[in-house]
Nanobody, 119 residues
C-alpha cells in the first residue's frame, strides 16, 4: 500500500508555469506506475499524464501534450507534473495516483491540490 500527498497547487496566470509534486510513503513506490488526473466541478475525472515504474515511458492526452511533463524520482519517492503554458481550462483539482499496471486501474489516490488559472 502507498499513501500519496500532492502539493504545489496555486493560482497562476494564463501562460504561466507550475510544478506539482506528489510524495509517496512506503518503500514500494518504485514498483508502481504513476498518473496524474484532474477534476473540475460538474465534470468527470480526466486523465492528464502517466509514467511507468522506471520513469521511461510516459503518455499524455492531446489536451496537455507538449505543455505538461510527468517525471519521477524513485529515490525521493516523488512524482512531478510540470505544467507550462497554462490555460484557464486547466483549472481543476489535480490528483496523483498509483497503480500496478501502466494502462490499468489506479488503486491509490492522493487528496488533490487546486490549480487555478483565471481567464
Amino acid at each position: 500500500q502507498v499513501q500519496l500527498v500532492e502539493t504545489g497547487g496555486r493560482l497562476v496566470q494564463a501562460g504561466g508555469s507550475l510544478r506539482l509534486s506528489c510524495a509517496a510513503s512506503g518503500r514500494t513506490f518504485s514498483t508502481y506506475n504513476m498518473g496524474w488526473f484532474r477534476r473540475t466541478p460538474g465534470k468527470v475525472r480526466e486523465f492528464v499524464a502517466r509514467i511507468d515504474k522506471n520513469g521511461v515511458t510516459t503518455f499524455y492526452p492531446d489536451s496537455v501534450k507538449g505543455r505538461f511533463t510527468i517525471s519521477r524520482d524513485n529515490d525521493m519517492n516523488t512524482v512531478y507534473l510540470q505544467m507550462n503554458k497554462l490555460k484557464p481550462e486547466d483549472t481543476a483539482v489535480y490528483y496523483c495516483a498509483a497503480g500496478n499496471t501502466f494502462w490499468g486501474q489506479y488503486d491509490y489516490w492522493g487528496q488533490g491540490t487546486q490549480v487555478t488559472v483565471p481567464s
